[in-house]
T-cell receptor, first 114, second 112 residues
């Protein structure tokens, strides 16, 4: 079974530029999560989707971050404009009920904002 | 809200030493508790879990017991190996929620 795929793996941009990350969850997983992991910290939830609907986006900085999950499969996370403090690893995870809601994580995208 | 506190690292041990990484939590209701591991250059992997009080999760020689009375879920291993060197994250999933709340991680370095 293929795991959670993310791209790109690395991205370097200047502040005030925009960037987008892509995630393809495990086939059949209805729930998709985006986490932000700042260096030296644990992952923090940004947004959770159930199929193509948003379940929780309470910690998403909506003035600059947006996310969508069209057709309930792939998802994109966008930052516009980026700030220095957005430098982090962005992790995508997916889960479903038959797996006991166990979350499977992708390799992450490491973003550096200069 | 929910929170997880785990001991700061790095923890440096010699091979075959006993490992304990402390984890305590704050949550309402009856959360599920997890330990995740992140090996160098790899993604987060579930190491073990416990879904109710007094449950013991175990995997690859690691164990952790869900202690509701002390709100703890300490990770232990009797004899660590160099290959156990990684960052370990304690996490909880609150009642009625599916997303995880993570601790800040503890880096383990095992020397031969």
């Amino acid at each position: 079974e293929a795991g959670v795929a993310q791209s790109p793996r690395y991205k370097i941009i200047e502040k005030r530029q925009s960037v987008a990350f892509w995630c393809n969850p495990i086939s059949g997983h209805a729930t998709l999560y985006w986490y932000q992991q700042i260096l030296g910290q644990g992952p923090k939830l940004l947004i959770q989707f159930q199929n193509n609907g948003v379940v929780d986006d309470s910690q998403l900085p909506k003035d600059r971050f947006s996310a969508e999950r069209l057709k309930g499969v792939d998802s994109t996370l966008k930052i516009q404009p980026a700030k220095l403090e957005d430098s982090a690893v962005y992790l995508c995870a997916s889960s479903n009920t038959t797996a006991g809601w166990e979350q499977y994580f992708g390799p992450g995208t490491r973003l550096t904002v200069t | 809200g929910n929170s997880v506190t785990q001991m700061e690292g790095p923890v440096t041990l010699s091979e075959e030493a006993f490992l304990t990484i402390n984890c305590t939590y704050t949550a309402t209701g009856y959360p599920s508790l997890f330990w995740y591991v992140q090996y160098p250059g790899e993604g987060l992997q579930l190491l073990l879990k416990a879904t109710k009080a007094d449950d013991k999760g175990s995997n690859k020689g690691f164990e952790a017991t869900y202690r509701k009375e002390t709100t703890s879920f300490h990770l232990e291993k009797g004899s660590v190996q160099v290959s156990d060197s990684a960052v370990y994250f304690c996490a909880l999933r609150g009642t009625g929620r599916r997303a995880l709340t993570f601790g800040s991680g503890t880096r383990l370095q095992v020397q031969p």
